[in-house]
């Protein structure tokens, strides 16, 4: 090529590199900017090329429109302020079709009057069929580079990995044995912690931004590691619930994203499917946001007059004798209302009526230990039954599968075409998924039931000992287990719960209109024939409701 001696030329300087380089990258021939623009710098100086401005930045060019340097670098050689490019190759310029096409149009009308590299040069007078043969090299090698990912991430994908940078507590096997397939294993560092922190959420006693807090403060977690911040950054808050919905911790994930093809993944699970589903429920209930107070119990409470939360006011008494008595009392804040005429009322009645509450449902030692042989018995029961229902959902199961496999030979054979198999392929996967969710989540049912069910029994026999000698925050969290909702009136409170304790509650009641204690073989149950004791009243029926909802008390 001929090379210019156009004295008079403005250059703009252009370097761009798609990833940041590391010093492995650079050996390989592969130069970071900086040593691109050391480069051509060099060059320009040895020539006496004028450069008028630089332009660098790190954006790949495989797509027009994404690299806002070199759009800025067009606008100023259009405006006139340059009339030449120098660089340190020509596929620093353009990998795709359209910016080559902008970068000859303006070799060809003299708006750029030539292009310089490091190893030759361009001019307006050279022939189109040049510049097309060194431009489409640069614009193939980008095509073919895409199809050599895509092959790798189908690849990956067929074995049951998820292409793309591993979720935190999982780390990608970057430096494997030469000739070993990369694969996602697990993060020692963070998998385990991490299976701490769903287990905090899963426990009811924690919210899962508290969660964060405490792992973050206490047990010092960090993002990954980068080169901009080599020890981590604290965990965002978005990043943590990010993690808490990322279907990958139960074993499945959906790639790409939004395209509605989901493939079960051969790492290593941190949670169940189950326990996926539960924290998908504790993320989503509506429930007022987590408050700070001094007093025990705002926010538990709402006026039944006017609908407004009840909040409290201390009051000082200073006695002539010295002493000094606090008091609290729990009234209408007047936010829907100002002009609401309820009372307040001290915490002490308060407290009172919350612990004649707690009677309404107490039942005795003796009781609650038969209640748990009945429960343990029933439970034994439906593990049984469990094996009839399992059956037919894996039969369900298994039928799915082989629709799945005969879609797939029809494909094959040519008898659907690849939009009528992929509309099928995706109803019948989303039908398998959900299928196989169900059978670990009934498993998972009968486990939990007769947990929370003995937790409920313990509940009612304890609550009111452990409501009078507990600390206030012990008082607060026994009130909060029974709800937010409760109603303030005319100094009355009403507390509103739900169904289990509901049942027990009528249970007392049944006991206490024939004036006898609430005991197992002396009133509400009878022996059977086979000598088993069998509940007599209707309430203790109820009670082996199929529709098991306990509520999960704090004890």
């Given amino acids: 090529m001929s090379k210019t001696n156009n004295s008079n030329l403005k250059y703009v300087l252009y370097a761009r590199r798609s990833i940041v380089a590391n010093k492995t990258e650079e050996d390989k021939g592969v130069p970071s900017i900086q040593s691109q623009v050391r ?37 100023f050689i259009k405006s006139g302020k340059a009339n030449a490019i120098i660089c340190f190759k020509m596929d620093r310029l353009a990998r795709n079709s359209v910016d080559e096409g902008i970068i000859k149009h303006f070799l060809q009308k003299g708006v750029i009057k030539t292009i310089r590299s490091t190893d030759r040069e361009w001019n307006t007078d050279d022939h189109t069929l040049i510049w097309s043969v060194e431009f489409g090299t640069s614009t193939q090698y980008s095509r073919d580079l895409k199809k050599h990912i895509k092959r790798g991430q189908n690849e ?21 044995e030469k ?47 980068t080169h901009r911040y080599p020890k981590g950054t604290p965990l965002s808050k978005s990043a943590w619930y990010g993690i808490l919905s990322n279907p990958f911790y139960y074993g499945e994930f959906e790639y790409p994203i939004g395209s509605g093809i989901w493939t079960k993944g051969k790492h290593k699970p941190l949670i169940t499917r189950a326990e996926f589903e539960t924290i998908q429920q504790i993320l989503h209930k509506d429930a007022p946001r987590p408050k700070t107070h001094t007093h025990a119990y705002v926010g538990l409470m709402r006026c039944g007059e006017c609908g407004a939360r009840i909040t409290c006011e201390e009051k000082v008494k200073n006695q002539k004798n010295g002493n000094v008595h606090h008091y609290s009392y729990y009234h209408c804040t007047g936010q829907v209302n100002p002009n609401c005429t309820q009372k307040s009322i001290s915490q002490s009645d308060l407290e009172k009526q919350m612990v004649d509450f707690f009677s309404t449902f107490k039942i005795s030692t003796s009781f609650h230990e038969w209640a748990i042989q009945e429960l343990t018995n029933e439970y034994e029961r439906e593990r049984n039954d469990k094996t009839t229902i399992l059956y037919n959902q894996h039969r369900e199961h298994f039928k799915i599968k082989d ?20 509309e099928e392929k995706g109803r019948l996967e989303t039908e398998e998924r959900r299928l196989a969710g169900q059978l670990e989540m009934i498993d998972a049912r009968v486990q939990t039931w007769i947990h929370d069910a003995k937790r409920l029994m313990t509940f009612a026999e304890r609550v009111t000992d452990e409501f009078k000698c507990g600390s206030l925050d ?3 969290s026994i009130i909060a287990a029974l709800g937010c909702e409760h109603v303030l009136l005319d100094k009355k409170l009403t507390i509103h719960t739900e169904k289990p304790l509901l049942v027990v509650q009528e249970m007392v009641s049944v006991a206490d209109t024939v004036g006898k204690p609430l005991e197992p073989a002396l009133f509400l149950t009878e022996y059977g024939s086979n000598g088993k004791m069998l509940p007599t009243g209707p309430p203790l029926w109820r009670w082996a409701d199929s529709n098991r909802r306990v509520n999960k008390m704090i004890i």
């Avoid at 629709?403 to 992929?422: C, F, P, T, V, W």
Wanted: without cysteine.
């Fill in 39 to 75: 480069e051509v710098k060099e060059l320009a100086l040895e020539e006496g090329k004028n450069i008028v401005k630089e332009f660098t930045e790190t954006m790949s060019a495989s797509e027009p429109g994404i690299r806002p340097e070199f759009a800025k670098m067009i606008e």
């Fill in 156 to 176: 990956s994908l067929r074995r049951g990995f998820r292409p793309g940078l591993a979720p935190m507590g999982y780390k990608n096997t970057k430096y494997r």
């Fill in 179 to 225: 000739g070993m397939d990369e694969s996602i294993v697990v993060d020692e560092e963070n998998f385990s912690i991490l299976r701490k922190m769903f287990d905090y959420i899963l426990s009811g006693k924690h919210t899962p931004f508290q969660v964060l807090k405490i792992a973050t403060d206490e047990w010092g977690v960090r993002s990954r590691k």
């Fill in 403 to 422: 629709m799945l496999n005969r879609l797939y030979e029809m494909r094959l054979a040519g008898e659907i075409d690849s939009d009528k198999h992929m």
């Fill in 474 to 476: 012990k008082k607060k």
